[in-house]
Each structure stands twice: as structure tokens, then as C-alpha cells.
């Protein structure tokens, strides 16, 4: 059967056709984003100008926009203005913003000279309202004077008040005085309070020898506070040489005190001969504890073996540790080998070099419990040499 054949520039033309179509579905595509973007700036310079921002542009806003705009600009100006801050323009302001503004600068003025600020201009206060700030600052001054303070003006009090503040001068003294203040003036108290005062510096003068200040004077103490002060320095020798303390004075130390600090410095010195402590002197150590000092270091000795610390010290192991460690190191490697990086409980990671034998650690050895009871963490060591 014959098919019908189709023109070579019927074909050519529907191509061109369609070419044409798909850059006019293009272009129309790329003109209504490009469209609804520069609707998107023109929505964003509007709020700007309307929010009073510096990155408003005037010059893109529409006739009823600007004067939108411009409104907004005064009414924002008008708040600063009743606000008194300094991007207040008044010569924007209309007649009546302008007397209301007016306004609010004197009340605000009011307030401040009320309050004793230095923003105050009492110029521009009414007679009466000059009247009333000055009984305020008066009220201030006497408050002032009667608490003590630099800023007080006693050439501005009254008689009354000037007597009410001489007494409370007189009691912040007494009260300096009895707590042994610097600013005490002994001048100014009575005989009575005088007496009062020394009794309270005697007082505190005994607290601090007994307490072993440096600011005790003992040439103010009675015979009986000088004994009960002797006897708990003795107490305080005696507890920091039991503890051990650089304050301790052995000389001034009883018999009976001395040896029990002695028993003290061998629990002491045991105690840092087990824990391996530098601090450790063997030559005051019996039989029995030089044994349990040994037997101590030989663990502590087989565990830094066991982490393959640099410390370790393979000749102090006994057969009975060579044995368990090989034990440690062949039967509980891990059958499958671990990819690169992963790391076990105690941190050590795969691919570490050891620093007692200098190989990567390959073997992975996991958590276990010895036989008396001590948990070994899982980790990682290197394989056993002739691997």
C-alpha cells in the first residue's frame, strides 16, 4: 500500500512553527516573572517609605502612594515632636501639633526639675510650679543630709532639720564605732558609747585570737582570755599537723599529741605508698605493708600492660599475668575487623600505633569481667608479634 508523502517545505514550516511557539511560550514565561518581580520591589519600596526606612525611593511610588507616604512622614514626625526626641521637625508641624507639642516639652521640663534632673530648665516654669520644685529639691537635700550623702547642702536646712541631721550623724558614728569602722570618730561619742565601743573592740579582738587572725592582739587579752586563746591554738596546731598542713609545729606539740600525729603520717604515707603516689616513702613501711604496697604496684603495673601504656613494665609481670594477657590479646580479638576509624569503650580507635610495641592497633578486644570482679573495658591493641 502506497503511503502518501508529505511535502519537504510542508514539514520545514511546521518546524519553524513550532520553534516560533516554544520562544513566544518562553518569552511570555520570562516577561511575567520578570513582571512579578519588579511588582515585588515596587510592594517592598512602598512599605520602606511608608515605615519611614532610609532605603525608601520616593521616585518609584505612584501620585496617591507619595502622598500616602507623606501623611505617614507626619504623623511620625508629630510623635517624635509629643515625644521630644531629636529627629522632631517643627516646622512640619501644624499651628495646632505645634501648641500641643509646646505643651508637652513644659510638662516634661515640670517633671524633670521635680525630679532634680540636669535636663531641667526652671526658666521655663510658672511661678507657681517654680515654687513647688524648689520645696522638692529642699525635701531631696534633707533626705540627703539626713542619709549621709556627698550631695548634702546643710546651709539649706532649717534649724529642726539641721538638728535632726546632727543626730544622725551622731548615730551613724556610734554605729561605725561599735562596728569597728574606719570612719569612726571617737571625738564624737559620749562617755557612755565610748565605753560601749571599746567593749565591742575588745570583744572583737578576742574573736579574732581566737580564730588565729592575723589582726588578734593578744596585749589587749585578760589572763583567762589568754589562756582559753593558747589552748585553741594548740587545738588548731594539732588538727593541721593530724591533716598533714605545712602550718603544723611539731615543737609545741604534747606527747601524747605527737605520737598520735605520727600514727597520722604513717596512715598518710601507707595510704600514697598504695595508691603509687609520689609523695611515698618506703623506708617507714613494715613487712606486711611493704608486701600490700608491692602487690598493689604488680596490678597496678599489670593493668598499664593490659591498655599497653608506655609505663608498663613486662618484667614485673608474674607467669600467671603473662598467661592471662596472652589470653586477653588472642582469644578475644574480634573476628571481623573493624573499617578504619571506629573506636572502642576506653577510646583507643582502629589504626592507632601502640606505644609499648609501635604497631597499629588492628585487634579488637571486647569489654569483660576478671575474676575478681573488676570490668576491663573494651578496646584496642595490636596483634601479637609473629602475626
Known sequence: MNRARVPRNTVRIAQSASLWLIAWVLAAFGLGVETHAQEADLRGNETACLSGW?????????????????????????????????????????????????????????????????????????????????????????????????????????????????????????????????????????????????????????????????????????????????????????????SGWVSCRKDVLSTTQLAAVVRSDLRRNETACLEGWASCDLTPLTVTQAAAVEASRLRRNYFTCLYELSSCDEKSLSPQQVAELTQVFNATASAEQPTSGACAENGSCYGDLSTLTGRPKTVSVSGYYRKDGTYVRGHYRSPPRGR
Open 54 to 242: 532610609a532605603t525608601c525611593r520616593k521616585e518609584l511610588l505612584t501620585p496617591a502612594q507619595l502622598s500616602v507616604v507623606q501623611q505617614a512622614d507626619l504623623r511620625r514626625n508629630e510623635t517624635a515632636c509629643l515625644s521630644g526626641w531629636a529627629t522632631c521637625r517643627k516646622e512640619l508641624l501644624t499651628p495646632t501639633q505645634l501648641s500641643v507639642v509646646q505643651q508637652a516639652n513644659l510638662r516634661r521640663n515640670e517633671t524633670a526639675c521635680l525630679s532634680g534632673w540636669a535636663t531641667c530648665r526652671k526658666e521655663l516654669l510658672t511661678p507657681a510650679q517654680l515654687s513647688v520644685v524648689q520645696q522638692a529639691d529642699l525635701r531631696r537635700n534633707e533626705t540627703a543630709c539626713l542619709s549621709g550623702w556627698a550631695t548634702c547642702r546643710t546651709e539649706a536646712l532649717t534649724s529642726e532639720q539641721f538638728s535632726a541631721v546632727r543626730q544622725a550623724d551622731l548615730r551613724r558614728n556610734e554605729t561605725a564605732c561599735l562596728s569597728g569602722w574606719v570612719s569612726c570618730r571617737d571625738d564624737l561619742l559620749t562617755s557612755a558609747q565610748r565605753t560601749a565601743a571599746r567593749q565591742a573592740d575588745l570583744k572583737r579582738n578576742e574573736r579574732a585570737c581566737f580564730s588565729g587572725w592575723v589582726s588578734c592582739r593578744e596585749d589587749l587579752l585578760s589572763p583567762s582570755q589568754l589562756a582559753s586563746v593558747a589552748q585553741s591554738d594548740s587545738r588548731r596546731n594539732e588538727f593541721a599537723c593530724l
